[in-house]
Structure formats: C-alpha cells, structure tokens
C-alpha cells in the first residue's frame, strides 16, 4: 500500500494542531460587555425569545401575566448567552484535548482518531468567523459548540468533557455558589440550538449528518489494514481542509492565500501540496470506478486546485 505521506501521521506538528491553536474561540471573553452584546444579537434575531422557546418546544407553562411574560423575555437573553459563551470557550479548550487523544488513540484504534480528526475540521470550519462580525460569540461559535458536542457524543466521546464540566461544578459549589455552570446534557443543547442565529439553522442541520457519513467511511475503510491510518489519518491531519463541509459561509478553503500556501506556509507556488491534491484528487472510492465516484476528500482536492487555476485531470 502507498503512503502519500512518508512517515506514520502526527496530530503534533500538524496543519490541525495549528488550527486548533489559532481557533478564533480563542478569543471570546467572558465578561459583561460580551454577555450584553450577545444577547443583544439574539434578541435581534428573535424579538420575543421567551415566547419563542415556548413555541418551538411545546411547552404549555405560559404565564398569563403580561408583566411576568415581559420579565421573561427581556431576562431570556442574558441567560442563554451566558450558557453559550462558556460553552464556546470550553470547546475551544476540549478541541485542544480530543486533538491530543488523536496520538494516543491513532495506535490502539485508528478509526476513532480518524473520526476526532474529522470532527474537530469541521468543528474549525464553524469558528472560522472574524470575531469583529461574530457578535461576541452568537454568530457561529454557538454553532460550533453544537457541532462538537454532536459529534462527540455521536462517537461516544463526550465523557471527558462532561467529565470536565462537572469537575467545575464541583469546584464553584466551594467557592462560588451563585456561578451558573453550563451544562451539556442533551436537553441544554436543544434548548441552545433553538436560538442559533436563524442562517445558521439550516447548514447546522446538514452539519448534524456529518458524524454519520465519517462512520461510513470508517466502516468502508477499517477493513483493509492500513489504509486509514497511513493515508487517511494522515490526509486530514495535514489537510484538513478537505474534510470541512463546504455548508458555511464566507470564502471557501483555497490552497493559496495572500502569496501562501495555506497547507504548508510556504511560498506560492507550493509544489508538494499541489501534487498531494492532485494525487487526492484523482483517488476515487474504494469498489467505485471513475471520477464520478470520488469521496468528499477528493472532491475537495479537485476543487481547491481548479479555484487555484489547475487542472487536476490533465494527463
Ligand atoms: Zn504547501
């Protein structure tokens, strides 16, 4: 079996471990002002949230109290943005975590680090926002939150985290009793997801697919040794890129940037990254015959090298 790439991938020194350093999640703050400006942004989208949450879980709880109604709808947004925030920062810090296990679980199962390498692409795809037009963290970080905790709890990943959170729960309960500590059961993250910012709604729901089709692939490919853990592990560690979905707004990934290559850092034109993309390029599924048959990855590859002026086909 060839390997595209040399030697046994690394998460450590990757292009991934780059981006999970340089995540935007980074920073968000957790202060008044951004609690304020984030719920300012949600109650934009959606005026009355009180009554909004409501109607989209059927809850019949309905105060008859205008004033008390009022109450609740002007106090909704702070609550939720707290929630959201932590949240948010807490994923940027749990990315840092699972990008580590990739490592340690590449030896003992390698579909599992495929799958983490995966959902952590797509997991940057969503933060990849400019904080001055993310409105504190409302725009896409709420979503990247969801996206991550969605997959990890698809792969049964999300003990450690949830782990961690009760670990500062335990913590607060001693020293700060009032602290609202977020939660991340599944019933807080419906509640959340129901006041993502209403663009965001429909690409979060494609999103949700993706843990499925990253289980096919597994499936397809853990059945022939070496494969995955040599190529296909190796391909998202150094080109992430390709295993973003291409559901989210804003300029899709491109191989060169301001004179760069965005793989590498080297200079344009970067000759082993565009050879690599060919070589993705041209591969197609496994029982599959011809270029009409190519997975997400090589699609991507093609892609990225015909917005870059190459022709990935040519003999
Ligand atoms: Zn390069």
């Known amino acids: 079996m060839f390997n595209l790439f040399g030697s046994p991938p690394s998460y450590r020194s990757s292009v991934l471990e780059r981006l999970v350093e340089t995540n935007p999640a980074f920073t968000l703050q957790f202060s008044k002002e951004s609690v304020d400006e984030f719920a300012a942004a949600l109650l934009k989208e959606y005026p009355k949230p009180f009554d909004f949450f409501l109607q989209a879980t059927g809850k019949k709880s309905t105060p008859e109290d205008d004033k008390i109604r009022e109450t609740l709808n ?32 590449k030896t003992t199962n390698v579909g599992a680090a495929f799958a983490l390498a995966c959902a952590l692409a797509e997991y940057l795809n969503a933060c990849n926002v400019p904080p001055a037009t993310c409105d504190a963290g409302y725009r896409r970080h709420l979503s990247a939150f969801l996206t991550l905790r969605h997959s990890m709890q698809a792969f049964g990943l999300l003990g450690p985290w949830e782990q961690r959170i009760a670990a500062i729960e335990a913590d607060s309960a001693k020293t700060n009793p009032n602290f609202a500590v977020p939660k991340i059961d599944a019933e807080s993250a419906d509640l959340l997801k129901i006041f993502v910012p209403k663009s965001e709604q429909a690409v979060l729901g494609r999103v949700f697919q993706q843990p499925d089709a990253i289980k096919t692939t597994v499936g397809v490919f853990n059945f022939v040794p070496g494969v995955l853990d040599t190529m296909y592990l190796g391909m998202v560690l150094s080109m992430p890129q390709l295993f973003m979905t291409r559901q989210w707004s804003g300029h899709p990934p491109a191989l060169y940037s301001n004179g760069m290559c965005t793989f590498c850092g080297a200079k344009a034109p970067c000759r082993p990254c565009e050879n690599q993309l060919v070589q993705i390029a041209l591969m197609s599924q496994p029982g599959a015959a011809g270029p009409s048959h190519r997975g997400p990855a090589s699609t991507g590859a093609a892609q990225m090298l015909i917005n870059a002026g190459i022709d990935p086909f040519r003999k």
């Open 74 to 105: 002007a106090s909704f947004p702070a609550g939720v943005a707290v929630q959201a925030l932590l949240l948010s920062m807490s994923a940027a810090g749990m990315a840092r975590f699972y990008g580590a296990e990739i490592d340690r679980l």
